[in-house]
């Protein structure tokens, strides 16, 4: 896609689907971007309520943030602007004792987006884009899976007109504490979360049935979180006329905030100091996140994300939410599938989506005041069960175990020790299973498949073999962290064959040999020299020979040699 | 070794040798454990100097710890007490401000053992003996060439008769200072060097042409040092007498010193916990070095070193050390060569060596008063400089640029930073490039060798290929940390040749599948199942298919499939 594309579209994705941009594009992006906005304005609410901070943090990280990603970006769906998973990690952030008693969270969610963003950018600058690498998969799944049980266990009070509990283990206190819960915020939230099933379950299924186009279900679908926020604040307004008090969203302000450029100035300060950690894991989360999140889509259409470029898309992001009073942002899972679901073609419908939300900001905002917060909690519970991943935790758990058992650590660590210590466990313990696994090595002792040049394992399949010939094929690169391994998988087989005249050793899976190795290798040869034996080299790749032929330890392996073919050595020696 | 051997034998692997030892082995052990104890006497001495300990420290690291080593540990030739490396990490502990505060170095030192020895004893119970996989030689020859500098610099100015310089980058001050030097002490410090240099360089070679027998040539040779401290010392009385003052050893008391209990509350205490980082340095280094050492000599003889019971060895050696009043304690390089050169059999040589030290510390003491310290400074310098390897720092350059990079960072790292941010940086680079490694395999797109079975890279041998099929073979297991990179490898391959139909991935190499690699995989499939192409596998390994059977993937592969041989995929297919 990118083949003949100058620099200047690589740094400017937008001018790669700009150029080629049609009528009907328009008029698919135009209903997907209605629809994401129509999704948009209660999540945007509920996010910063979430990270708990006032509601329209969510709203204006709804507005630039998504422009910048737009022209920035490489996925052409990807919905940016506030999410979940970073809003409970702002959340983490700033109850975190240090960081509380400085105050004003406004400013601290601020600078978070700030940091966050000028640390994607650093990251693309040194082109760390390959970072992504190295959180696994079941790293990933049981860190989301984890701060979604969190999100849940936050939101289920407001369902119930309760402030968060204080009652530590004490089964007692819980049971107090639940009789206090208000009887009208609870079927309100009863109302929300049939209002909003009906919407995405029932009623799709029945529009299909009735064979109503599917761009159509999509939309009506997509409403009704809109819908359940409008039935409730109607609802809302009726109750506290009638003398019930319902926990509301409150005021929230008309228009736009000036440029908070004072924003810079205090993360240079101690509170960006403190709050530079946190960004830091904020950063990579939204960032490994959002590139899972817009791969998938990228994937159903062939399309093609570069890591790298996502960080500047990403980082640009997050700096115009700080500037514009935004919290930090990132690429939502459900928002993103439902821009692709209604036909999404590219960043326009996310434009047309930051328009809507700013016509909103400037002259809705009087209507958000009597939002109920039970409302959005049932939103925001309906948004994030999806996310705690039960049945994939136990598809990880039977494929890999190793695998499995740092999914449900990540879990536990992120329900137990908190949200940052999760992430970081998560990370130590994916670079340590990949150390672990590259200095135990596959490594085969092969022999001849029958009437064939193929050579397999011995203990697999039916194969010559010669009684003084010792054919190993090593599964990796020889480097110091396998090399002792390897010598010791040596030493024993050749304690088991005290036969063997010739050691062959099989490189075709060799790619490096380091200087450790190497060093190994030479006294390896030593030895067996001094035991009359010889030690050869088969199907070495070229670069393998090249580095080799800089020492000389082709001189020192004599009589032992180099082979081409195993097939080769094993006709000459047999 | 260890066939038949029982559990016992295995963690007293003094058992092994015992039980099969002859008069003859006790001649050779007799004859190496003198020579050793010869060199062991300044060596203890000057080493303690060098940690900034009273000489007694190094004394007392000579015999109890040696003996407990020749209980547990497994290499027959070690020479384990106090070494230069590790006395220059203790020299940074105990002159590090914190520690500097508390006062009493030597109770700190004694601290520092009990807590190193109590390291590798808990590195042993977690089977952590694999862990000196993960410091590769480049970074150990860094670290030992850039600590050797550290030493040959302090020691300098003691052969010069002056105090450890205090100008910072300022030359005129150097020159000051370096004006102040005792001529009386210079020309010891050449005589001391002179003599040094006769006997371990000059009188071999001159008692090899004389053909005089080589175990006596090794006698002679290593008794340099005890001759030429003896004779310093003796001109040293005679100038003192002559009103010119030579800074000296000092007393060193007679006899043993009580067992030190209480070492044991201090490692609990506030001393402990300041010392226990760089416990965890010097246990680190002291494990490293020793296994090094010990698999040079033990691969000479076909003898096997045992990682995990080496640990148990230095690490009950150290807690002696500790409990005997002695310093930290190590596989000392130089003394090994010389016990091996001197025929030792096994560690008999060390157990009598250990028992004429013990002999010197009650008889001999007030023969050391008088030692003067430009002496010691000189065998020092004599037998450190080996250690800076600006030979192997070169070969390694030219060989692996990465591995000459890591190796020369790491030596600067000591040099500027200090010795414990030294190893840290080495420690970090070595994973960090092992993490860049893994995360970009070798992959090639092969074609069959003409007139074979045999597959090859396409870019290095002349071979046959066919339009619609892609061979591509996968050098390393695929996991989260590669499957990226794999996977845009694949993607590039197939714009260059569209008219790919079937995709062939060669599983030689793979040894396993992690879940994020699978889920990529199925991701991949997907997308070429719309494209109209198949996916399919061959030579896939036994685990690995086994692995894959507990998945649906080989359905979801369809009408691609699994094939044993490249060979039988290519006929089916071309």
Redesign the interface.
């Known amino acids: 896609m990118f083949?003949n594309t100058s620099s200047l579209t690589r740094f400017l994705p937008i001018l790669d689907w700009l150029k080629t941009y049609h009528r009907q594009d328009f008029a698919d992006d135009l209903f997907a971007g209605i629809i994401t906005a129509i999704l948009l304005v209660p999540q945007g609410i509920a996010y910063a309520i979430l990270a708990g901070l006032p509601p329209q943090l969510g709203l204006y990280a709804s507005i630039l943030p998504p422009i910048l990603y737009a022209f920035f970006g490489t996925s052409r769906t990807l919905s940016v602007g506030p999410v979940s998973i970073a809003a409970i990690m702002i959340a983490s952030a700033l109850t975190s004792t240090a960081v509380a008693e400085l105050g004003n969270p406004v400013q601290s969610a601020l600078v978070l987006s700030l940091e966050s963003g000028a640390i994607m950018l650093l990251m693309a600058v040194l082109r760390m884009g390959?970072l992504?690498?190295?959180?696994?998969?079941?790293v990933l799944t049981g860190f989301t899976s984890g701060a979604a049980l969190l999100i849940i266990g936050s939101q289920i009070p407001q369902t119930l007109g309760l402030k968060t509990p204080a009652c530590g283990i004490d089964i007692a206190c819980y049971m107090t504490y639940l009789q206090g819960f208000n009887s009208t915020t609870l079927l309100l939230s009863i109302g929300a979360l049939a209002l909003l099933l009906l919407f995405s379950q029932l009623l799709p299924t029945l529009l299909k049935k009735m064979r109503v186009k599917l761009a159509i279900i999509t939309a009506i679908s997509k409403c009704g979180p809109l819908l359940t926020v409008v039935l409730a604040t109607i609802a809302v307004s009726l109750l506290t006329n009638s003398g019930q008090s319902i926990a509301v969203v409150g005021v929230v302000p008309s228009g736009f905030p000036e440029l908070s450029i004072n924003v810079l100035t205090e993360s240079l300060g101690q509170r960006g100091q403190l709050l530079l950690p946190y960004a830091g894991f904020i950063a990579l989360i939204a960032y490994v996140e959002s590139v899972a999140i817009a791969?998938?889509t990228a994937?159903l259409r062939?399309e093609?994300i570069i890591?790298n470029q996502e960080l500047i898309g990403l980082g640009m992001a997050n700096i115009a939410a700080a500037l514009s009073g935004g919290m930090p942002v990132a690429g939502g899972f459900s928002r993103t599938m439902v821009n692709f679901a209604a036909g999404a073609r590219t960043q326009m419908a996310m434009l047309i989506a930051a328009a809507l939300l700013a016509i909103a900001v400037m002259f809705c905002s009087p209507w958000f005041t009597n939002i109920p917060k039970s409302a959005l909690a049932v939103i925001i519970l309906v948004a994030i069960t999806p996310l705690v991943k039960i049945k994939d935790i136990l598809h990880?758990w039977?494929?890999?175990r190793?695998?499995g058992i740092a999914e449900i650590v990540t879990l536990l660590g992120v329900l137990v020790l908190g949200i940052e210590e999760g992430i970081a466990l998560g990370i130590m313990l994916?670079?340590a299973s990949?150390?672990r696994?590259?200095?135990h090595?596959?490594i085969?002792v092969v022999g001849r498949?029958p009437e064939?040049?193929?050579y397999r394992?011995i203990k697999?399949h039916h194969v010559e073999t010669w009684n003084h010939l010792l054919l190993i094929r090593i599964?990796?690169?020889l480097?110091?962290?396998?090399?002792?391994?390897i010598e010791e998988f040596l030493?024993t087989e050749l304690?088991r064959q005290p036969n063997t005249k010739h050691i062959i050793l099989i490189f075709?899976?060799?790619?490096?040999i380091?200087?450790?190795a190497?060093?190994a290798l030479e006294?390896?040869n030593?030895?067996l020299q001094?035991?009359g034996k010889t030690l050869n080299i088969s199907e070495a790749?070229?670069?393998v020979l090249d580095?080799l032929q800089?020492?000389d330890f082709f001189e020192q392996l004599k009589p032992g040699q180099v082979f081409f073919?195993t097939?080769d050595a094993v006709k000459q020696l047999e």
Request: no cysteine; net charge negative; hydrophobic share 25%.
């Open positions: 083949d390959g992504v690498n190295f959180i696994s998969h079941p791969k998938v994937n062939s093609k890591p990880t039977v494929y890999d190793g695998d994916t670079i990949n150390l696994k590259t200095s090595p596959h085969a498949v064939t040049e193929h394992n697999r599964d990796e690169s480097t110091f962290a396998n090399i002792n391994y030493v304690k075709t899976s060799v790619s490096d380091d200087t450790t190497l060093e006294s390896l030593q030895g001094i035991a790749k070229g670069p580095k800089k020492t073919r097939e």
